[in-house]
């Protein structure tokens, strides 16, 4: 919370009850908001750089700071995206099929990076 929520909160507390019963609420229904936030799993991809000198990537160093690194090309050659839709298809569906292939893209680029960074400790890091 930033000094101006909190100093926001304390106007709102010189209320009246019902302001008052309104702003406990709010603050109630964001607690139980972020409660159902899901845990991230763990992951061992280092944060990484854009780089764009052998167009345009990402370049994940290791974190031992050995000098290996990894680049990703942003634009990975293959497949064009295809998506297949019903006949009489709703947004619903074209929202869920992009998502889908959204989501396929992006553990496929999530398992390439992971294989480059698990086989580079496993090669030269063995003791980590």
């Not at 930033?2 to 010189?14: G, H, T, V």
């Not at 763990?42 to 990402?58: K, M, S």
């Not at 992009?98 to 893209?105: D, G, P």
Request: hydrophobic share 40%; net charge negative; with cysteine.
């Amino acid at each position: 919370m930033s000094p101006d929520d909190m100093d926001d909160l304390l106007e709102r507390m010189k209320a009246s009850p019902e302001e008052l019963r309104q702003t406990f609420h709010d603050i109630d229904k964001a607690r139980r908001g972020a409660e159902a936030v899901p845990v991230l799993e763990p992951n061992i991809t280092p944060e990484p750089d854009l780089i764009r000198a052998v167009g345009p990537a990402f370049r994940f160093h290791c974190p031992l700071s050995c000098g290996w690194f990894h680049d990703e090309p942003l634009d990975t050659p293959g497949d064009p995206t295809r998506i297949i839709l019903p006949a009489a298809f709703s947004l619903e569906d074209l929202d869920g099929a992009l998502t889908l292939n959204a989501e396929a893209a992006g553990l496929a680029f999530r398992t390439r990076v992971e294989d480059a960074v698990t086989g580079h400790y496993a090669s030269q890091h063995p003791e980590h």
